[in-house]
């Protein structure tokens, strides 16, 4: 079968590779759709924490259930299902609080020593499988997965209807952060450099959009929130110096979240921090519940999640999607490929 293989930073192509096999708790999915993750350009570029090459890529895919075996979590041949790409062990502490999004020995589908499903065929474990309603299209069904970690720092900063929620980096975690405030009822405030994402946003009702090269963010928030700024704010840039502003933009007893991953530490200026009270939270990925929850805002179009999708391409023109994503990635936000 044919998968899309990073060889070392800067090659990519598409490999043959060995059809898997039936494990005793897994099932076989035939790959449907597959969408470009930014962690598959990190990967490519071999920046942040570059795998061991090389490596399959892919985590945001969904596809169908070719084969499983007797102990298949209620699942059966057939079934449309999204892969959850986050194999935890479900014994250490972070697991033993439902919290498998932090497990201590995490593998992530398509990162560091893992590979990734952007496949014809792919070998899973039948309880990370979740089924997919079938009125979402296949190319949507993916995207569950970027929602996803969206959802989960609404969760972590326990945003509530209401509440202005600043969200800086209007990328696709930022901007499905956005869409999902303003359906839980929250007014948020997106940042961004890059003009057409915030133009993107606006279409799609986002009404509070601030172009961070052309206007003081702080001083804009402070207008829209009558001086109190924002109660929540949702860092999704990994931007160094926007981590350090997170702490202007948040209100007193503010809460943060920490999404987007830096290229390196960052300072803080820690006495904000005392004098605010801020809650500062990390935010890493997601967890089951929140994919299925992610899958249900779909399928009622509470989020509209294909506006992210730039372009959609064949199953063998992956790694030039890949190349030009990372050549030019402010013209695009999601690229994806349906398979056969």
Request: aromatic share 4%; charged share 20%.
């Given at each position: ?204 009702g986002i009404e509070h959009t601030l172009h961070t090269d052309e206007c003081d963010a702080a001083e804009a928030i402070a207008g829209l929130t009558e001086g109190r700024m924002a109660e929540v704010v949702i860092e999704a840039s990994g931007a160094n110096s926007q981590i350090q502003r ?95």
């Amino acid at each position: 079968m044919k998968g899309v293989s990073i060889i070392s930073p800067g090659e990519i192509r598409m490999t043959d590779l060995p059809e898997p096999k039936l494990t005793p708790g897994g099932a076989i999915v035939k790959i449907k759709s597959a969408m470009i993750c930014g962690s598959d350009i990190s990967a490519f570029r071999g920046k942040g924490l570059p795998p061991k090459y090389p490596i399959v890529i892919g985590h945001e895919v969904a596809g169908e259930v070719a084969e499983i075996g007797p102990e298949g979590s209620g699942l059966k041949k057939g079934d449309r299902v999204i892969l959850n790409p986050y194999i935890y062990c479900g014994q250490c502490y972070p697991c033993s609080l439902g919290r498998t999004n932090c497990c201590q020995s995490l593998m992530v589908l398509g990162c560091r020593n893992t590979d990734g499903a952007m496949t014809e065929y792919f070998s899973h474990p039948a309880h990370l499988l979740i089924k997919a309603p079938e009125a979402i299209p296949w190319e949507l069904v993916p995207l569950a997965e970027p929602l996803t970690i969206s959802l989960h720092a609404l969760r972590r900063t326990a945003l509530k209807a209401g509440e202005h929620v600043v969200i800086v980096g209007a990328g696709p975690i930022g901007f499905y952060a956005a869409l999902a405030a303003k359906a839980r009822g929250a007014v948020p405030i997106l940042l961004d450099r890059i003009g057409p994402r915030l133009a993107l946003a606006r279409r799609e009702g986002i009404e509070h959009t601030l172009h961070t090269d052309e206007c003081d963010a702080a001083e804009a928030i402070a207008g829209l929130t009558e001086g109190r700024m924002a109660e929540v704010v949702i860092e999704a840039s990994g931007a160094n110096s926007q981590i350090q502003r997170t702490l202007d933009y948040a209100s007193y007893c503010g809460r943060i979240a920490f999404t987007g991953w830096p290229s390196g530490d960052t300072p803080i200026f820690s006495p904000t921090i005392t004098r605010k009270e801020l809650d500062i939270r990390g935010s890493r990925t997601g967890v089951a519940e929140e994919i299925a929850e992610a899958l249900a805002m779909i399928a009622s179009a509470e989020v509209n999640v294909r506006a992210c999708v730039t372009e959609m391409v064949a199953f063998d023109q992956l790694p030039q999607a890949v190349r030009k994503i990372a050549e030019q990635p402010e013209k695009y936000l999601k690229i994806g490929a349906l398979l056969s």
